[in-house]
Structures are given as structure tokens and as C-alpha cells.
């Protein structure tokens, strides 16, 4: 374990961080913006920094070889084990080198994976696409390699997870005595039977429903919804089971490049990995310093246009651009996007409103702070200013005035649909140093420890002058979800944040805005469904459908939080239980799940410990 270690920085979103460790006399002491304490300790234990580095998981990695069993008590908390998954030897020139690929458990919701030499030295790694390191001195096209066989191993051990946990019943799946939500009329149908063949809905009776050798599910005293969805999402392979486990059962990325998601895609629809049905939106930015590069760029107009049409041809469903896109090229382009049979949405440009790229075409805007944004002038999105301007002055905006209202009935009118991820939003204007983050505190504690230390503290840096505008800039955007609702804007929620998790917050946040439960149900089921063309087989109840259901305990027309009490979740013929499958993945989970008799011969529920 190190004896000294110093962290000073920014985080990505402006916050200052800083970190002190000492080892001394047998006792460890740390101090940083978000944490502090002490330990009495051992050479079997290592200190893992809040704000970690590469230089830190290195030294992590070599303590665990050294370890006698490659396992080793965290500090503050937590338990880290080394994983020995892979090795190749490497040639370029006359040099060789033998690296290992290693995976650490204990840090996150999976191992992290990443490559060593004989000496425990990090040397190449891969980052889903995201961004790659390699050690200095050895080309590039040793990546490819490397990454494929990283990727493998890191896809094996989610198929693992998917074979123990995936229960598919080859006879029709019968669930007695529920109370089903349809979202359709609003209303809740008390003691209900639902019966599955072959994937579908293909009964609903008030009456007991005989179906001999059935997969059987008393479900009394729980409710039947249909599957969720998240229309944000930035899919990586481990975020299936985190949304499965939630009852999100339909997911759009919203933006990530087109070999990941492509190879995700494939794996979801393999039923290699648990996930679900994915919709595509494929992502695009100017050429520019500023430019996202997860997707494609353009330097000129007629490139742009190219690049709608590479996307079509892939089977992409809409194009979502994002914030150095020239406001000159927005109307040309979704005229282009519509004629290729696609929606457009994204990010405003900079220095355009967003009533400008309404007008202008496009279908849909992502996040709130754009709407807030529309009546601050045209301020340059692709810097931090469009947090804190959000933060500092969202509040000051009257939401009662005739010029919101107009722009509201305008969204209305033109049917231009609201993503609007307020829970990552909220999230940023309330996180302060050293505090859990309030939107997540009812869930920290079933997290893995090292997880929990992710949601305490701040990510902007608020200075105490504009403390309380950011508090009351966090109540404005639930005023602002009030608005769209009472405008009959149209709405679909997403997460833009950790799977599973910030899906549900999100609905609850619209439920604490004041809209009614039904309709905030709505904006995750029926809604993204008729938004994504996919109502005629998902997003209500009904016979015919696809069974993408979610059994949960407690009425969520009454209390949107037993939302987080998932008891099942139907994939057509596939059931997943939540309790395993968070289990699985190093988290409490937040209800037993109900048994069940799998073709009529197997009971499957949960073990005591």
C-alpha cells in the first residue's frame, strides 16, 4: 500500500477535488472534499481514493499479485479480488512483451478489466469504446487485439449471469390473482389472470384461466405493469441486467458508437447477455475542438447529410445531434432526416434557442435545462454554462409568463416530444461536498461500497453565494415537468445516469412535480412506445401484446416508489427475478422476489441466507 498519496483536480463538471493519504506508524489516515477518517491497519490491506487513478490501480493490481490469495481488504471499506482471465505475447519488431489481462472485483457492479506486463505495470486497456490506453513505444494495431480479447472475456462474464439467471419456461406462463395497471384507460383491474404463450399476451380474464403443465405465478397482492422504458441511454453490455432487475424492459440509446452498440444489439437479441428490445438513435456533431466524437462528425452540410444516410441504412430509427452542430445547417438536415424516415432530436446548438430548432424541425429536445435555456439568450451549450446558468438562474424564470406559455402550446402543437432526464439535472444543482446526493439517498446503502462513494459530493463547483439559487433552480425544474404536463406536452422518460436507478428516480421526481401517477406511468411505457412506432406490440397490457411486464409489490397509481419493489419481470417467455439478479451484481436488493413453478415442475424462489 502506498505511504503517501495527494489528488488535486477538477472533475468533469467543474467541482475541485482533493485527496490526502498517509500510512504512518501502522495507521492510515485520509482526508478529501467528500470523506475522512483513520484506520489501524495491515500490509494485507490496500486504500482505494475516492478520485482514483491509473498510477493507484496499478499499485492495486501489484499488491493483489503479491497477495497469497489476490485477495485484499479495502480502505475505507470493501474487498478486492484479482481475477487472472487472459494472457498474449506481443511482437513488433524484434521486441516481445507477455501481458495479462486481470480483472478486479470489489470496485464496481463488474471486474475491472485491463492489461498488465510480468511486472504488474498497467499496459493497455480498453474502455467500451469510450477511449483506449496503450503503453508508449507499441502501435496502435495492437489495440485491436487486445480489445477483442478484453471484450470476450468481460462478455463472458455476463453471459455467466445470464445463463444462471435467465429462467424461460417452454410452456405458456399463467399469472393468477393480480392487479393490473392499464395505462391505456387509467384505471386499476383488481384480481386479474394473464395468460403467456409463445411470448404474448394471449389472455386476460377475471376469471381463474385453466392452462394444464403452465409456468405458474400467484401474484396476489402484488400489480402487473407493463415493462418500462428508458428513452436515454447510453448502453454498455452490464447495463442489461441493472435495467432488467428494474423492469426496464425497452431501452433507446441515445447515443454510443456504431460497433458497440451494434455488438450489444446482437447480444441482447442472441439472449447471449440479458437486455431487452433496443432502439437505435444514431449520434452526430460538427466537426470542431467541442466536438463529441462517441458517434460521427461533419465538416460541411452535405457531409452531415451522408451521415444521415449511413445511419438509415443501418437501421437507425432517429438522429440526435448534439452541440457544435452550425444552427445554419439544423432546418436542411431534418428536412433530410424526415425524408430518410427519421426523427431528429439532441442537444440545442450553441447560439441557437430551442424554439429556433423547433421551428427549424426537430422532433424532440433531450434535457431540461434546453427549455430553461430557450429564455437566457443564446450562451455558447458546448461549455459548462449550460449547467450553471441553469443553476444560478432557472429559478429566476416565470414559469406563470405568457412567453413560456406560448413556447410550451408550441411543443404541443407541433407534437416536439420532451426527454428530459431532470434527475441528473437535480442531481448536479443539489450535490454538495461531503453529502450523499439526495436523489439517490433511499438507494446508497444497497450499493457496493465503493459504488456509495460515487453519490457524495459535489459535481459543480457552487460557490455559497449561489447555494440557495441553486436549491430553488432544483424546485424550478420540477415546476418546469409541472408545466410541460399541464401544457399536454409530450413526455418520455429517460435516465442519462446509472441504469435502472435513475430511470425510477426520474418517475418519481414527475410525481413530486404534481403529475398524477397514471400519466407519470405513461411517460415510461405507452408514450415511448407510440413515440418509437413499437404500440402495436408493447407499452400497454393487452391480449396480443408482447409480454414485457413488470409484478411489483404495491400499487404505483398510489405510491410511485413501489416502483422500486420489482417482485418479477416478464421478457416474453423469459422471467428474470430482481433479487438474483441484483444479488449478482454486489447490490441489496429491495424485495423478495415471488416464486414461481417453472413448467409445472420446478419451484424457483428465493433461499434464505
Do not use: C
Request: overall charge negative; proline content about 4%; charged content about 25%.
Amino acid at each position: 500500500m502506498p505511504e503517501q498519496l495527494s489528488i488535486e483536480g477538477i472533475s468533469p463538471f467543474g467541482a475541485p477535488v482533493s485527496e490526502e493519504f498517509s500510512l504512518e506508524n501502522g495507521v492510515a489516515r485520509w482526508k478529501g472534499s467528500d470523506e475522512h477518517g483513520s484506520a489501524k491497519t495491515s500490509e494485507a490491506q490496500f486504500y482505494i481514493p475516492k478520485n482514483s487513478t491509473l498510477a493507484v490501480q496499478t499499485q492495486l493490481v501489484k499488491a493483489l499479485i503479491a497477495d497469497a490469495d489476490q485477495n485484499i481488504d479495502l480502505l475505507p471499506q470493501g474487498k478486492a479480488r484479482l481475477h487472472k482471465l487472459d494472457k498474449v505475447t506481443l511482437q513488433q519488431g524484434e521486441k516481445k512483451k507477455t501481458v495479462h489481462l486481470y480483472g478486479v472485483s470489489g470496485l464496481g457492479f463488474t471486474p475491472d478489466l485491463a492489461w498488465y506486463d510480468d511486472n504488474g505495470d498497467l499496459f493497455a486497456s480498453d474502455e467500451g469504446g469510450w477511449f483506449a490506453i496503450l503503453r508508449k513505444g507499441w502501435d496502435k494495431s495492437h489495440l485491436e487485439e487486445l480489445k477483442t480479447r478484453q471484450v470476450a472475456a468481460a462478455d463472458q462474464y455476463l453471459q455467466g449471469i445470464a445463463k444462471k439467471h435467465t429462467h424461460t419456461s417452454t410452456q405458456p406462463i399463467l399469472i393468477s390473482n393480480v392487479n393490473l395497471v392499464d395505462v391505456e384507460s387509467g384505471k386499476l383491474q383488481k384480481k386479474h389472470h394473464v395468460l403467456i404463450k409463445d411470448g404474448k399476451i394471449a389472455k386476460i380474464s377475471k376469471k381463474p384461466i385453466k392452462a394444464n403443465g403452465a409456468t405458474t405465478i400467484d401474484a396476489r397482492n402484488h400489480t402487473l405493469i407493463p415493462g418500462l422504458w428508458d428513452m436515454h441511454a447510453h448502453l454498455s453490455p452490464t447495463d442489461g441486467v441493472l435495467n432488467m432487475a428494474a423492469g426496464i424492459v425497452n431501452v433507446r440509446d441515445i447515443g454510443n458508437t456504431h460497433e458497440s452498440i451494434m455488438r450489444i444489439e446482437g447480444m441482447f437479441e442472441s439472449e447471449q447477455i440479458i437486455g431487452g428490445d433496443l432502439f437505435r438513435a444514431g449520434f452526430m456533431d460538427r466537426e470542431s475542438e467541442n466536438a463529441m466524437r462517441m458517434g460521427k462528425t461533419a465538416d460541411s452540410l452535405e457531409e452531415a447529410k451522408d451521415i444521415v444516410e449511413w445511419y438509415a441504412d443501418r437501421g437507425y430509427q432517429q438522429i440526435k445531434t448534439y452541440s457544435s452542430m452550425e444552427p445554419e445547417w439544423i432546418a436542411p438536415l431534418a428536412k433530410h432526416i424526415h425524408e430518410n424516415g427519421m426523427r431528429l432530436s439532441g442537444h440545442i446548438p450553441a447560439f441557437m434557442t430551442a424554439e429556433e430548432a423547433v421551428d427549424a424541425g426537430f422532433d424532440e429536445i433531450q434535457h431540461i435545462n434546453m427549455l430553461f435555456l430557450n429564455f437566457m439568450g443564446k450562451i455558447d451549450t458546448r461549455k459548462r454554462l449550460r449547467f450553471t446558468e441553469i443553476g444560478e438562474h432557472a429559478h429566476e424564470l416565470d414559469l406563470d409568463s405568457k412567453e413560456v406559455a406560448t413556447f410550451l402550446d408550441k411543443l404541443a402543437k407541433k407534437g416536439t416530444v420532451v426527454d428530459a432526464t431532470t434527475t441528473v439535472f437535480s442531481s448536479m444543482l443539489l450535490r454538495q461536498p461531503g453529502k450523499v446526493d439526495p436523489e439517490f439517498a433511499d438507494i446508497t446503502d444497497h450499493l457496493p461500497v465503493n459504488i456509495q462513494r460515487a453519490f457524495v459530493g459535489a459535481e459543480l463547483d457552487v460557490k455559497p453565494e449561489h447555494r440557495d439559487d441553486y436549491d430553488l433552480s432544483a424546485e424550478a425544474l420540477l415546476a418546469m415537468m409541472l408545466k410541460l404536463h399541464e401544457h399536454k406536452v409530450t413526455m418520455v422518460a429517460g435516465s442519462d445516469g446509472i441504469p435502472g436507478f435513475t430511470l425510477l428516480r426520474e418517475l418519481e421526481l414527475y410525481a413530486k412535480a404534481g403529475i398524477p401517477n397514471i400519466d407519470v406511468l405513461r411517460t415510461a411505457t405507452l408514450v415511448p412506445a407510440q413515440v418509437m412506432g413499437a404500440d402495436e406490440y408493447t407499452g400497454s397490457i393487452a391480449v396480443g401484446k408482447n409480454a414485457d411486464l413488470v409484478l411489483l409489490e404495491g400499487n404505483p397509481l398510489e405510491d410511485i416508489t413501489a416502483l422500486r419493489r420489482t417482485a418479477l419481470v416478464l421478457e416474453g417467455q423469459n422471467m428474470y427475478r430482481p433479487d438474483e439478479l441484483y444479488t449478482a451484481l454486489g447490490i441489496k436488493p429491495f424485495h423478495p422476489s415471488v416464486p414461481f413453478e417453472l413448467n409445472n415442475t420446478t419451484t424457483v424462489a428465493t433461499k434464505s441466507e
